[in-house]
């Protein structure tokens, strides 16, 4: 008797409701497959043929996709139901893994990321009105914290085993090898989604509504979130598809060591999570918000001082990122009504994603100046964002 209550305790500390622990088995079942080769992808692109300038220009269309597919996600997540939505977007992003298996063409690839993002992007809104709709506030945090970790388990081992496969059969058949496991897994996420999720019957009634009044009924202390989060997302994504490349062509190491450090970099990250996330339900988002916008405006600047035999310190900076993000999406969602959380959610990522569409594209253009510029202006611009949050009017939670 005393061990059930001991699995309940720790099932309600974990916020381990039925739809969350289905949610959970299915971005374990799909990361494991995208990570196997998704954070090789710029070196994988080099190799059939694309240049420094198409490799940047991927960055930025897989911006624009992300940022297109955002609001569009959450109105069908408010308008199918949370289920149905879910299940849809993972059926088209099956569709592209198929599409990358077939091709090896770069410009292909490319195009493809239109079926392959739709899992990534569309399911974002849902992902968050789910965990709204089934956790109260006071648990949101480490709902969001336990889908976080959940998430980046894969990230753990994936990439070493990715990394395994290219050091192996070389980039082109160990990327193909990878997008073959993450067909075969997307197959298994569909099932469990479409026959497990619990729902109650989505609102027919649900119509498009204009972006103008979404963002009307956003609240101001969202937006301020939101100006901060865009200039922070800017500056990452000046040099985030330039990582891999920074250690593997610039400092000389092999694929594996580079999965190495991106495992490290999880770990860490998931060390932090639940004390984080239950501190921020009980104390307040804003502190752990901070945080996370103080180690991304450090991570790049530390990326470029250090010395090869260092570099897994920059990556343990890049983990600790990570520690206000289960805090500031709970507070997205605190400050989005139920009845249009899928589409205030979409809006704000939408957003978001607009601010940062320039980015990859301008750091290709920086990198052919000068390799260390892309991180150093990108943690500049993260820099502005996080003094333009801690200055703003304080809010409580």
């Known amino acids: 008797m005393s061990e059930q209550r001991h699995g309940r305790s720790i099932k309600e500390f974990l916020a381990l409701e039925h739809n969350i622990v289905v949610l959970l088995g299915a971005l374990l079942v799909i990361g494991m497959g995208e990570e196997l080769w998704v954070r090789f992808m710029p070196k994988y692109l080099e190799a059939l043929g694309a240049g420094a300038v198409a490799i940047g220009a991927y960055g930025s269309f897989k911006r624009i996709v992300d940022t297109l597919y955002q609001y569009p996600g959450g109105w069908l997540a408010d308008k199918l139901g949370r289920k149905r939505a ?63 970790i959940w998430k980046r388990v894969p990230i753990v081992i994936a990439p070493l085993l990715g990394g395994y496969l290219l050091d192996r059969l070389g980039f082109v058949s160990g990327v193909h090898v990878g997008f073959a496991v993450s ?6 996420a569909i099932y469990l989604q479409s026959h497990f999720y619990r729902e109650k019957a989505p609102d027919r009634k649900v119509q ?45 190491e092999t694929p594996l060591k580079f999965g190495a450090f991106t495992s490290l970099q999880m770990i860490v990250a998931i060390a932090g999570y639940l004390p984080a996330a239950h ?51 709970a507070r997205i969602v605190d ?5 249009h959380r899928g589409r205030v959610v979409g809006l704000y990522y939408l957003i978001r994603g607009l601010a940062a569409i320039p980015a990859p594209l301008l750091g290709g ?24 949050y801690a200055l703003s009017p304080q809010f409580s939670d």
């Not at 067909?183 to 298994?188: M, N, P, R, S, T």
């Not at 939101?226 to 990582?243: E, K, M, P």
């Not at 253009?365 to 500049?380: C, D, E, M, N, V």
């Open 335 to 339: 400050l989005a009504e139920e009845s």
């Open 279 to 329: 501190l921020a339900d009980r104390f307040g988002r804003q502190p752990f918000i901070l945080a996370t916008f103080t180690f991304f405006a450090l991570f790049p600047i530390v990326l470029v001082l250090l010395p090869s035999g260092w570099l897994f310190l920059a990556f343990v900076i890049a983990g600790l990122r990570e520690i206000g993000e289960p805090a500031r999406k």
């Open 183 to 188: 067909f075969a897994l997307a197959l298994a």
């Open 365 to 388: 253009l920086l990198w052919q100046y000068g390799y260390s510029w892309p991180f150093i202006l990108g943690g500049a611009a993260s820099g502005l964002g996080l003094g333009l």
């Open 86 to 148: 879910l299940t849809l977007f993972n059926l088209i992003a099956a569709a592209g893994y198929l599409l990358y298996l077939l091709t090896s063409r770069w410009e292909v690839v490319i195009v493809g990321s239109l079926l392959v993002l739709a899992w990534s992007s569309m399911s974002q809104p849902a992902i968050f009105a789910l965990i709204g709709d089934t956790l109260g506030k006071s648990k949101r945090a480490m709902g969001f914290s336990v889908q976080s």
């Open 208 to 252: 498009p509504e204009s972006v103008k009044r979404i963002w009307r009924i956003m609240p101001a202390s969202l937006r301020r979130l939101l100006l901060a989060d865009c200039l922070v997302r800017f500056g990452s994504n000046l040099f985030a598809i330039y990582v891999v490349l920074w250690v593997i062509n610039v400092h000389g």
